[in-house]
């Protein structure tokens, strides 16, 4: 790859250059403002006393020593707040029964996990506010504690909240025989020839960014600007309006860089509320920060689900059924798409495999641990390891090698558009042309022959091949898919260009960038598609009062909705100054042509104008043409037909040290189809995020609680993040099949490595140990679990 980062004077094909990303130096430097670094005249700081205890009444609470603390202006209860706080917003109802409790933000009589919020001191110091904490008296009444969630679902188990009738949230059922796209389930099932049965267990994970969460809040009179470190500005301000009722065009909200999120903070928080309340009341500017282990233990968590996957076949491989059980655990609360999660896996399951018939069935639960909701790839990771764990499974029951099962398996080349079992229109692809590519990337059959040598030889060290064969749907959008599935907001995205006077280039987006390189990437498509200089053109995003209008960043859908509402923007901005370039020219708009920036007129050299020089001409014109307002710029909106299926092959090889159950990847190779590239460097560092994070799901990484329900991985000792030191090269390539929803023919990439790594680990662990007898391995393959799994049976959890 050739990296461009030289300034660049003439214009030229930007899309599909590896350019260094314009917002690193900023970012890495530390020449930006996160919003923890923010000083405002007269702030203030509040620091948030939480529940040590997972379920309990408070019996005793009393906060008159701390109010007496120096330095300390307020202290709240939840009591206190009773009458402003609301309830934090669910926005995904998946059934129209769904029961949703309540979630104050701070507790009022009760709390339902470690750490839920109790009591609010708010100081003139953070350290005065954090020391004032402890002069709370506070006594609570401890009540049973529910965490596992197949007792929950029991007959008469304790219950996380005494109005409802059972831990159980909803009930959603996916059935394609009822939807009229596949048979009968439980037919094809009872006239299969083979069926495998699995259990899975997806762990609860950490999303774990950078940058801790914080918020601060500034009120003049009654208007607010609230910076805070959020994924999602716009959908932030519509819920905090809706919640606090403070007006929504007085309240602006600024997400300034932010340093990732991953899904955690696609959120409404109970601390964003709170803030505000308390600065509405104060009239004063407020701050909060987490620590480190406040965000461990309070942000929400990811995946835990429990799986139950039958598959159906033939003898000779040909899948002919599907069915899926999910319990999927809501934590104590649901917040703001905590019951869609699981709920969207629904559609993937099936991968890119042709079942005939396929039903699905989940069970959102409540437990007294912090709630769930997205983390990278939401729902799609859950459901692609279970179908590509079940596939190896079902090739081992039939003798069949999983290459093999899943080539007869797959949606060949020439049947897109297919129509899947699940209802998705998979738009474009090659499965077995990527899969063919990343067999020669890793080296297949050398690796195959010397696995084959380990073996006979008897070798501690087993080599292990395990394959992910994935798609995943992303591009989130379109608004009414979204609006059948009960999503509470559309998936379109809008963007401005405006051309300022002196020929620079002003765009405005809709996403809001935490680390995806938005700016750059933006720049390359205005830069094409204006015929401007890559370094004149500047991208403004994550401010509501910039950019009133938009939908925010996650599941991969900012190229392809915001990055193409960019697109129809720039054709408008040519349009328009077209026809300024045809006054200006003495020549009709038919005549002209427009390339590299300029509008000439055909068949007249010399007659022409750069459209750099239009914005200007426009400015200071005292004539332009009837009907044209004297400016440059153009604002659009998209909303795409269908969402977008990048996929691809992934395979990695493992080397298990049967000894001592240590597993070391020994090479990963995978090939990702993500359409058209628009910078194949952040593209790379993408998949390269993912697999990281998609490799630690398998290796690493579980939140787990006690039987009181602590968090034991409360700090970065006991829950592995992974360095670049704890994982291998990767080798990484593209097929490039355009996709047809878009018209740059583009498909997200943000999650694409989270999804398909997972199970090519573990499976790659299970092929080098199988022959031992191991048939399943729990996540995170720690060596002890590994060592278990080999010498004394069952999955070593
Ligand atoms: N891109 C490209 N060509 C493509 C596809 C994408 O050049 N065919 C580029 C885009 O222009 C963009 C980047 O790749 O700069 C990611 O684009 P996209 O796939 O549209 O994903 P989003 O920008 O919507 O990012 C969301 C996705 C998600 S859901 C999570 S979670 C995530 C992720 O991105 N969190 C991240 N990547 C992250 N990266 C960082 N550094 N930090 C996070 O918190």
Redesign the pocket.
């Known amino acids: 790859m050739t990296l461009v980062d030289e300034p660049q004077t003439e214009p030229a094909k930007e899309i599909g250059q590896a350019r260094r990303?314009k917002e690193d130096a900023r970012l890495i430097t530390g020449k930006t403002t996160w919003t923890d670094n923010m000083v405002l005249p007269g702030m203030l700081h509040m620091a948030v006393l939480r529940s040590p205890v997972a379920h309990a009444t408070i019996s005793h609470l009393d906060v008159s020593a701390a109010q007496a603390r120096p330095g300390v202006v307020a202290v709240y209860t939840g009591a206190d707040l009773a009458d402003e706080q609301g309830s934090i917003p669910c926005a995904w109802p998946v059934t129209p029964d769904m029961v949703n409790p309540g979630h104050p933000s701070i507790a009022v009589d009760r709390v339902n996990h470690v750490g839920e919020a109790v009591a609010l001191v708010v100081a003139r110091s953070r350290t005065a506010a954090v020391d004032a904490l402890e002069a709370i008296d506070i006594d609570y009444e401890s009540l049973p504690v529910v965490l596992d969630m197949e007792q929950a679902v029991q007959e008469g188990a304790d219950l996380v909240h005494a109005h409802t009738s059972s831990n159980t949230s909803y009930h959603f059922v996916f059935d394609a025989g009822e939807a009229g796209t596949g048979t009968d389930t439980d037919q094809a099932f009872a006239d299969a020839e083979v069926t495998v049965s699995r259990r899975f267990v997806q762990q609860r994970l950490i999303?774990a960014?950078?940058e801790p969460r914080s918020v601060v809040v500034q009120p003049v009179g009654d208007n607010y600007t609230m910076w805070s470190a959020t994924?999602v500005p716009h959908i932030l301000r519509v819920m905090l309006a809706s919640v606090t009722g403070v007006p929504e065009h007085k309240l602006r909200v600024i997400a300034p860089d932010?340093?990732?999120?991953?899904?955690?903070?696609?959120q409404v928080n109970p601390e964003e509320i709170l803030s505000l309340l308390v600065a509405r009341r104060l009239g004063k500017p407020v701050k909060w920060t987490e620590t480190r282990s406040e965000s461990l233990m309070t942000a929400h968590h990811g995946r835990d689900q429990v799986q139950f996957i039958d598959v159906a076949a033939d003898r000779e491989g040909n899948v002919k059924a599907l069915r899926v059980r999910l319990l999927a655990d809501m934590g104590a609360y649901l917040r703001l798409i905590t019951p869609g999660v699981p709920a969207l896996g629904a559609f993937m399951f099936p991968g890119i495999y042709k079942f005939p018939a396929y039903r699905f069935e989940c069970d959102g639960v409540f437990t007294n641990k912090v709630p769930t909701d997205?983390?990278?790839?939401?729902g799609r990771p859950e459901a692609t390891f279970a179908i590509e764990r079940i596939m190896d499974e079902l090739a081992v029951e039939l003798g069949m090698d999983p290459l093999e099962l899943r080539r007869k398996n797959w949606i060949n080349a020439d049947e897109f558009p297919f129509t899947t079992v699940a209802g998705l229109s998979y738009d474009s692809g090659d499965y077995g042309m990527a899969t063919d590519q990343a067999l020669e990337l890793l080296g297949y059959d050398e690796l195959r022959a010397e696995q084959q040598r380990r073996r006979e030889g008897g070798d501690p060290v087993q080599l292990g091949i395990g394959f992910s064969t994935f798609t995943e749907m992303?591009?989130l959008a379109p608004s009414r898919v979204l609006g059948s599935l009960a999503f509470g907001a559309g998936g379109w995205e809008q963007a401005s260009i405006r051309m300022l006077p002196t020929g620079k280039v002003e765009v405005v987006t809709g996403?809001t960038?935490?680390?995806?390189?938005?700016e750059?990437?933006?720049s390359?498509?205005v830069a094409d598609s204006l015929g401007v200089p890559f370094d004149d053109v500047e991208v403004l995003h994550g401010d509501t009062a910039i950019s009133p209008r938009g939908l925010d960043?996650?599941?991969?859908?900012?190229?392809?909705?915001?990055?193409t509402a960019v697109v129809k923007a720039a054709e408008k901005v040519v349009a328009k100054a077209r026809k300024v370039a045809a006054h200006l020219l003495e020549a009709s708009e038919d005549d002209l042509e427009f390339r590299g920036g300029s509008f000439s007129v055909k068949g007249t050299p010399g007659a022409s104008i750069p459209i750099q020089q239009i914005a200007g001409a426009v400015f200071a014109a005292h004539d332009y043409p009837e009907g044209i307002e004297p400016s440059i710029d153009a604002e659009a909106t998209f909303d795409p037909e269908n969402f977008s299926f990048?996929h691809g092959t992934h395979i990695c090889a493992m080397e298990v040290d049967t000894e001592t159950g240590h597993v070391t990847i020994r090479k990963y190779a995978c090939i990702d189809d993500?359409?058209?590239?628009?910078?194949?460097l952040?593209?790379e560092?993408?998949i390269h995020?993912?697999l990281a994070q998609g490799i630690s799901q398998a290796l690493y990484e579980e939140a787990i609680y006690d039987a009181d329900g602590n968090l034991t991985t409360g700090t970065f000792v006991d829950y592995l993040v992974p360095s670049a030191m704890d994982l291998p090269h990767f080798d990484t390539g593209n097929t490039v099949h355009p996709a047809t929803s878009n018209p740059?023919?583009?498909?997200?990439?943000?999650?694409?490595g989270?999804i398909a790594s997972t199970p090519a680990v573990v499976n790659a662990a299970l092929d080098a140990v199988r022959h031992l007898g191991v048939t399943d391995i729990r996540m995170p393959l720690t060596p002890e679990r590994v060592w278990r799994a080999i010498h004394l049976g069952g999955d070593g959890g």
């Open positions: 990303r999303p960014f950078m994924q932010v340093g990732g999120g991953f899904g955690g903070k696609l997205a983390y990278r790839g939401a992303c591009g996403s960038p935490h680390g995806q390189g938005h750059t990437a933006w390359q498509i960043t996650y599941g991969s859908r900012s190229l392809v909705v915001g990055g990048p993500i359409g058209t590239i628009v910078n194949p952040i593209v560092g993408q995020g993912g740059l023919g583009a498909k997200g990439v943000g999650e694409a989270c």
